[in-house]
């Protein structure tokens, strides 16, 4: 299934995309794409539903495909061939850092560039979406706790993140610096999580174009190993790492401004597009 959230910001109904490309209304039976609705008793009640039966709301703005995320938990250096393209060594635990909920947009909408900002850079990447509590699971139970998948742009700000003392979350955690969806895709559509397509252009050019078989650590890895440390509940999101092709990795580095668009998508998972704009 295609899940998804639909209409203005704070006021999104939840839907499902059918197989006929048209967007269904769930609000008569769920209240929301997040919590109870994407565990897996929850997602059978959905899947038991005829589509057509659903009725059909006029495409709009994409919300978040997700809601009441908990924690957007974001894995760094976990390609090895972005980490090469930034001079880092491949890293020999997984890094970990957490991105502000309060970062978290719709798939199309504009990105805010902050005041102040000279670096801010893209990263697509694929998010995992938790589906029921997860602590202390082992790495082959893992994919039992995972809802589905979507696209994640991880965007960044890099003196943030990295030249002003601190860890990297102030640089990872502005306003609007959290796109994810359009669709939450349910795992059992994404049979194979480590080899799908990736990429990104900005203003029309292509800048990344990788595949998630060049992830170092991998989806049910990253479930596993982050649940030794804490409670993953449904809503939770990972965002796992990007492939090479991001700004800072360019020579000379290249970075965003007011007016560029960036589009960005995961084979299966749909596509985002974004105008940034600067901060009033």
């Not at 509590?133 to 700000?157: F, P, Q, R």
């Not at 000379?252 to 600067?278: N, S």
Request: with cysteine; proline share 6%; aromatic share 6%.
């Amino acid at each position: 299934m295609k899940l998804m959230r639909v209409g203005e910001a704070g006021s999104e109904k939840p839907a499902l995309f059918d197989a006929d490309g048209k967007i269904r209304d769930l609000s008569g039976h769920v209240a929301d794409i997040g919590g109870e609705a994407i565990t897996p008793a929850g997602l059978a009640k959905i899947a038991a539903i005829d589509p057509k039966s659903l009725p059909e709301i006029a495409p709009g703005r994409i919300g978040a495909c997700v809601a009441g995320t908990g924690k957007f938990i974001c894995i760094g250096l976990n390609y090895s061939d972005h980490a090469a393209e930034t001079g880092a060594a491949v890293p020999s635990e997984p890094i970990i850092f957490m991105k502000a909920t309060s970062a978290i947009v719709g798939p199309n909408d504009n990105v805010i560039i902050p005041r102040g900002s000279e670096k801010t850079d893209w990263e697509v990447e694929l998010g995992v979406v938790i589906g029921k509590t997860a602590k202390y699971v082992t790495e082959a139970e893992a994919l039992d706790y995972v809802a589905g998948y979507c696209v994640s742009n991880d965007v960044s700000e890099r003196a943030f993140q990295t030249e002003r003392s601190g860890q990297w979350t102030k640089g990872k955690s502005c306003d609007t610096f959290g796109p994810i969806g359009p669709w939450l895709v349910t795992k059992d559509e994404i049979p194979q999580p480590q080899n799908l397509g990736m990429w990104l252009t900005v203003n029309g050019q292509k800048m990344q174009n990788g595949s998630s078989k060049t992830m170092v650590y991998g989806v049910a890895f990253l479930v596993s190993y982050l649940s030794q440390f804490m409670s993953l509940h449904p809503g939770d999101v990972i965002s796992t790492g990007t492939p090479p092709g991001v700004g800072m990795g360019l020579k000379p580095p290249r970075y965003l401004k007011a007016g560029d668009v960036v589009e960005l998508g995961i084979e299966g998972l749909g596509t985002q597009k974004q105008a940034f704009v600067a901060d009033r």
